[in-house]
């Protein structure tokens, strides 16, 4: 099987890495002329954790983690107030034992397959336009102007997907709005930063964060949750000609493939960030497809495959793009009334989960697959794994 993955971010080398483990062969596709270095914390949870140990990758995110301690919240006296340091094997923390940048993950991730004889790559190449999609393969035209056929054509390439938008009508496609809006920077480390997410609490609905990175810069974001009509239109008028990057959404699709095209990670269901759950959805993602793939014989049609990928993981995927009704409001208090509750129970919580046994009981998201994982018997694990 010929496989094309448009994108070159989290979800489609990890695809190309599993589809190699399975003997296919595949090409990635990505529009940028090299990775791009920068991005925000992402972390590993649950089942993405133990995808990520098959594939012989655990020492290296470890190796690339932001060394974040833990998160604290901070006064108005910039001081912190209520600690949740990481503590391995309990959840009671916001920060996770495998933070890493997404950049980072994204390289370790393209250098653990650019050297396979089955994965090749195509920097600065898109997808100009289908020629067909039928029973017999996917036809495309690449910028580069080659004329190339494929058995399938994965669309990895994130939240704003162009490869979703020629493949599928728009209205397979809805996009929520979560009602926050967020810009992140990269800011000079000077000497009073730490190596805590730093999370402030304003009373305008507003929250800033300050986390630690393994380049001697520190990672910014500062969010808003527009209190009036007024405030959300100067917003969205600011986002505009850049939205994706600074209005908290979620991707739901009422079907993930169309023959032999198929969508995975954020082009398909991009959780809210407010979940925390987007790089891990995209690995395990990768992981189903790829072995549902496994399974077909010679001759199958793929479509076989993608129908069985989404009628098992989509259940997932659904409950975690649940977010609590009081989410994101919750962390954008508008009064300083609200403020100074918030503050009492992050206060009294954090003693709360200081307790040893009370910890212990939180579980384990390292540890823990969240995601029931098939043994699929193509895959062929390095032996010390």
Known sequence: MRVLISGAGVAGPTLALLLAKAGMCCTVLEKSKALLPHGQNVD????????????????????????????????SDGKPFAPFPIDKGSAASLTSE????????????????????????????TIKRIISNDERCVKIELSSGDV??????????????RVRKLFFPCEDVKSVEMGSYSVYYTVPRILSDNDWWNIYLTSSSRLITLRPDPYGTTRAMF?????????????F?????????????????????NSRVVCLGDAAYAPSPLTGMG????????????????????DEHPSKALRAYE???????????KVPFFVPGIMHPN????????????????????????????????NSEDFPLQDYTKFVWDKSM
């Open 44 to 75: 590993l949870q649950g089942s993405a954790v133990t995808v990520v140990k098959k594939m012989g990758l655990m020492e290296e995110v470890r190796r690339r983690n932001t060394k974040e301690k833990g998160s604290q919240f901070i006064d």
């Open 98 to 125: 495998f933070e890493i940048l997404r950049g980072d993950l994204s390289a370790l991730l393209y250098e653990a397959t650019k050297d396979h004889p089955a994965v090749d790559y195509l920097f600065g190449t």
């Open 148 to 161: 190339e056929e494929y058995d399938l054509l994965v669309a990895a390439d994130g939240q704003w997907s």
């Open 223 to 235: 969010s808003l949750m527009p209190c009036n009509k007024a405030q959300h239109k100067e917003w």
């Open 237 to 257: 008028e600011a986002g505009r000609s850049d939205r994706q990057t600074q209005q908290k959404l979620q991707i739901k699709m009422s079907r993930w493939s």
């Open 279 to 298: 790089t891990s959805l995209a690995i395990v993602g990768a992981y189903v497809l790829a072995g549902e793939l496994s399974k077909l014989s010679v």
């Open 311 to 321: 009628d098992k993981f989509r259940p997932f995927v659904d409950e975690v793009q």
């Open 335 to 366: 009064t300083v009334r609200k403020r100074w509750l918030l503050h009492g129970f992050l206060r009294g919580f954090s003693k709360i989960v200081a307790v040893p046994w009370v910890r212990r009981r939180l579980g384990d998201p390292g």
